[in-house]
């Protein structure tokens, strides 16, 4: 374990954002983990990869536990055990390469096992929620490591009861692998089209991994440190998801604005909801590729309007400048009101 202070968040975001830690503890495997998060004084900040993280430009006057934990084993049945601190696309990747299927479709998210869970990432039709056996997590409150199911995180759209609170440290994720070496079922249209497969078909998995990474490529969607586009926190607004009491009133916005054969994409949610696309709402409403923010030192992604970047001299309250002006034009245009994705730490909307 190593501890620093006044480290420079900024350099351990994919946004490249973030003023300087109080306390930078390295821990490297989860006896450490366990002992940096309990012997931490209050506030303390649980730092994976740093790509689903803004941080405001005063940094973060706390303990920040940077998780570097390291271990990966099959067991016969296709059980992955894998600590919080692996890369998660090196174990997308290895997994592949080893001849199971079941992760494919979640090839190049950026970021640490660990978090994972955390929002339920997911991309191309799947989630984690649909390969997760488990976890082993620190409960902070009680200062104990428990085992808990799939069923006991609350998973859901891009959340869990784990989000945006400090209740509990993943120490370790288990997952159900495939062992055929075949693809979950592709759900995802595009993805099946650029396959050349009716959607529900199964593929093998080190083809699905590969144009899953093209797709992603496209959209900068994979960390390029070259790259602006993917100077980002991927999606930085989930898609909206409403109510059936409010989307009639949303489609007359929408309808009013754009004329009435337009067709908004839209997709069943939860009972009762329907989920829109946040890209095609901030689009309508106005904002192109590229579009630059107050000042031109962050801009929406030059390939995708759901990235908000970083183009190389950007504060937190450049990008936040610019968030409160896509998430208001949208709410102007049809009274939607976008949320972010990502975590905010010592900044807001
Ligand atoms: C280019 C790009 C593309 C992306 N594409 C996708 C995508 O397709 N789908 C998707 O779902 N997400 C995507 N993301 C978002 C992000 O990669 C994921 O949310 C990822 O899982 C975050 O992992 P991380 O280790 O970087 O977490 P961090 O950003 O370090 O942390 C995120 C949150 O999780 C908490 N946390 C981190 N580790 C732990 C732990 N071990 N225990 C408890 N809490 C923890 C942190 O405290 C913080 O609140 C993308 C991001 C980028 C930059």
Redesign the pocket.
Known sequence: MTTQLGVPLRE????RLGGPAGTFVTATDAGE?VDAVTSAAAPL?????????VIGDDGFDGTVVR?ASRGYAVDDDGLLTVE??ED?DEVVARTVADGYGGLEC?S?????????P???????GV??ADLLHGVD?LDRASGAVRTVPRDGLGLGY?TST???T?A????RVRLRLRSDGLSMPVRYGELARALGVEPGERVPAVAARSVVLEL?RGK????DATDND?W????FFTNPVLSDAVLPGVLDAIAARLGPDVAVPRYPAAAGTTKLSAAWLIERAGFHRGHPGPGGRAALSGKHTL?LTNRGSASTEDLLALAREVAGGVRAAFGVDLHP???L?NCAL
Not at 118 to 124: F, K, S
């Open positions: 351990y975001t994919t946004l983990i900040l649980v730092l994976g990869g740093g790509s689903n993280l998780i919080a601190g998660w979640l190049g998210i950026p970021g640490l096992v660990g978090a994972t955390v929002q339920n990432v997911g991309a191309y989630e984690i997590l891009r784990l989000k945006n400090d509990a440290v993943v120490l992603r900068g969607m994979v960390l993917t980002s926190a991927g999606s990235a994705e990502p975590v730490v």
